[in-house]
């Protein structure tokens, strides 16, 4: 079955297979949970807020979702898909898709920071 993933560790296997061997990542099915960020084109996101030391200095870890539909603004999911190659200037802009075959909402986890 799918990974389940920290929004982090997906980021950085996505970096590193985009910008080295993209075999090792290319195809694996994974498992994200955050919540629904809509984006200005229709789109949407899944983020998970990463913390340091407190709540104030949150970070938000968002990857794009592909092939599914929206669910409602932050609402909590679980979103299962791969990820696949980039052209060359996404690589750049930092930007991280995964390619969605499920999406379930879910109620919002005791910890919602990474």
């Not at 980021?11 to 629904?36: C, K, M, N, Y």
């Not at 870890?61 to 599914?68: C, D, N």
């Not at 932050?74 to 200037?89: F, L, S």
Request: glycine share 10%; with cysteine; hydrophobic share 35%.
């Amino acid at each position: 079955g799918p990974i389940p993933m920290t929004m982090g560790e997906f980021i950085r296997r996505a970096w590193e297979a985009q910008t080295g061997d993209p075999s090792s990542f290319a195809g694996v099915p994974v498992r994200l949970t955050g919540f629904v960020t809509p984006r200005r084109d229709g789109g949407w996101e899944v983020t998970r807020l990463r913390m340091a030391c407190c709540a104030g200095d949150a970070v938000p870890f968002p990857v794009i979702v592909k092939g599914l539909p929206r669910p409602p603004a932050d609402t909590w999911v679980q979103v299962e898909g791969t990820w696949r190659r980039q052209p060359p200037e996404a690589a750049k802009s930092g930007v991280h898709f995964l390619y969605g075959t499920s999406v379930k909402r879910i109620k919002r986890p005791a910890n919602p920071y990474e």
